[in-house]
């Protein structure tokens, strides 16, 4: 299982793209109404998501956790103390933990990217703490994917069927539709 937290003002894009190239994939993923179970992002749209903190299960079908961007979602994911709990599990346990845009910035606060090579949406460097900031715009180190922002959001995606599934079905889902 793969749980995609969304926060109210979460970036729309950085989530819907991996949980679309995810779901391409035939992985089984959710939404997780964070602030909710309708949720609305940084743009004003409203979604309904699939489920509520009270559903996730946290146990070893545990793939990954994605945290999409976005302001104030990255801000409301981080005063999540379900949110801290489900990373702090993914981590313990070896399994993907996945930030793109400003929400990297809660790996930095919390000494995951301590040691690792990280990217963020300009600006947030300074809060990957012990990070050693990358020139790409999706980086993975171990089990971390971070990445830059909305621009690559579908790469973000991508990169995570890579590493859960095969680089081969990613570039295969990559050429389907039609992207560089």
């Known amino acids: 299982m793969i749980y995609c937290f969304l926060a109210n003002g979460f970036e729309e894009v950085e989530a819907f793209a991996p949980v679309d190239m995810l779901k391409r994939a035939k992985k089984e993923v959710r939404t997780v109404g964070v602030s909710g179970e309708f949720v609305s992002g940084s743009h004003g749209v409203t979604v309904k998501t699939d489920i509520l903190p009270d559903e996730v299960v946290l ?3 545990l793939e990954a956790v994605i945290l999409p961007g976005g302001m104030p979602g ?3 994911l981080e005063k999540s103390e379900f949110v801290q709990n489900a990373i702090d599990f993914a981590v313990k346990n070896g399994k993907f933990v ?3 845009c400003a929400a990297p910035s809660i790996l930095g606060h919390k000494g995951i990217l301590d040691g690792k090579e990280a ?3 300009p ?3 300074k809060d990957l703490l012990g990070a050693k900031i990358s020139d790409e715009y999706v980086v993975v180190d171990g089990k971390v994917i971070t990445a830059k ?3 690559v959001a579908v790469d973000f ?3 995570i069927v890579s590493q859960l599934c095969s680089k081969e079905l990613s570039d295969n889902i990559r050429a389907s539709i039609q992207c560089k």
Request: proline share 0%; charged share 15%; glycine share 20%.
């Open 74 to 76: 990255t801000t409301n």
């Open 119 to 121: 990217i963020a949406f």
């Open 123 to 125: 600006g947030f460097e």
């Open 59 to 61: 146990d070893n079908s």
């Open 149 to 151: 922002g909305a621009g």
């Open 157 to 159: 995606g991508l990169e």
């Open 98 to 100: 996945c930030a793109i």
